[in-house]
């Protein structure tokens, strides 16, 4: 009987200890996350790979989480998605919470890699380290159209409970590219068609640093953009821009053909025209991440071929479809 007293009283005493440890959590103290994009654009081209949070159509719904407290793993790439609830859209996280602890050190990094890919899904592999489970690098392969975010949170002695704000930045490089006919309107009978055009020395695959912030990247292919054709005095893009890893100065070569035509129907090869331009940010420049560039090529009946690569700081839309769209972004930032 005595025993059976003993038994009783220390299952009692664990009961105690468990509800004083639920108790303890306040629900309304869960770690808890929202996004928003620092450098962004509108998602009104579909030809546009960027991303969103807002408007009618957003294409940023979701991102995967990592964290740890005090050095210990508590997320290891959650999936966070964007719903909509009777009040207003939120973030919502998959799997088990987790509750701030006062005072603790507290550090997360998320992801949008292949989640809202274009084509194949680029992230080769996420080094993570042992103990945090805190992605320290991300290993990327280019396929010119998938973009790759990253948000990096620490909170030292943290006694904040509010919502973790991802502020998304991106990893790469854009650049669109357009080729211009300067030959006069009247000439209707004369149109050029780039039967090739390359950006070249881009890098295949690279490493990103989350802490330094920093790519390392060594091996390099060429990029082949799509062929256009061009009439007298009009301007034709690459059909949707292309999102290059960032640390080189890249080259372009283009090949073209001059046609003319008679009957305004039946064209007919008079020319060719080819020319590689190396270095085309400058004998010191490189594709800086975040950064949008236009690479430009002006060509012409009798001209030769020119080319120009402007940078654009703003991340912008790159709407091919207005008059100032070589030099200027629709850019928007969102909230």
């Not at 991300?138 to 904040?160: F, K, S």
């Not at 704000?165 to 004369?190: C, G, I, R």
């Not at 890098?203 to 091996?219: D, L, M, N, Q, R």
């Amino acid at each position: 009987m005595k025993k059976l007293f003993t038994i009783l009283a220390v299952a009692a005493a664990m009961v105690s200890c468990a509800k004083e440890e639920v108790v303890s959590f306040d629900q309304g103290e869960a770690i808890e996350f929202g996004s928003f994009v620092d450098n962004a654009t509108r998602a009104e081209q579909a030809t546009d790979p960027s991303y969103t949070t807002t408007g009618e159509n957003p294409n940023l719904t979701s991102f995967n989480v990592y964290g740890a407290v005090n050095g210990v793993n508590i997320f290891n790439g959650n999936l966070v998605e964007k719903k909509t609830a009777g009040y207003g859209d939120v973030w919502s996280l998959t799997g088990s919470k987790q509750y701030w602890i006062d005072g603790a050190d507290y550090e997360f990094v998320a992801v949008v890699d292949g989640n809202k890919k274009v084509g194949e899904n680029v992230i080769t592999s996420t080094t993570l380290d042992a103990n945090s489970g805190i992605p320290t690098s991300i290993t990327y392969n280019i396929d010119g159209a998938t973009d790759l975010l990253c948000a990096h949170v620490v909170r030292e002695d943290n006694t904040d409970k509010s919502v973790v704000a991802f502020n998304f930045t991106h990893l790469l490089s854009k650049v669109k590219f357009s080729v211009t006919n300067t030959t006069d309107a009247a000439a209707n009978n004369y149109r050029i068609v780039l039967t090739e055009a390359k950006i070249t020395g881009v890098y295949s695959t690279g490493s990103y640093g989350v802490a330094t912030k920093a790519w390392t990247a060594s091996s390099t292919t060429d990029y082949t953009l799509e062929n256009l054709t061009i009439n007298s005095n009009a301007t034709q893009y690459h059909s949707s821009e292309v999102l290059l890893i960032p640390g080189n100065n890249v080259g372009v070569v283009v090949k073209a053909k001059v046609q003319a035509t008679a009957d305004g129907q039946n064209w007919k090869d008079v020319s060719t025209i080819e020319k590689t331009f190396t270095n085309v940010l400058g004998t010191d420049g490189k594709l800086v991440a975040n950064n949008a560039y236009h690479f430009a090529v002006t060509l012409g009946i009798g001209t030769e071929i020119q080319f120009t690569a402007t940078t654009m700081p703003e991340w912008g839309n790159g709407n091919t479809h207005d008059s100032d769209s070589d030099t200027v972004n629709d850019y928007i930032p969102l909230q």
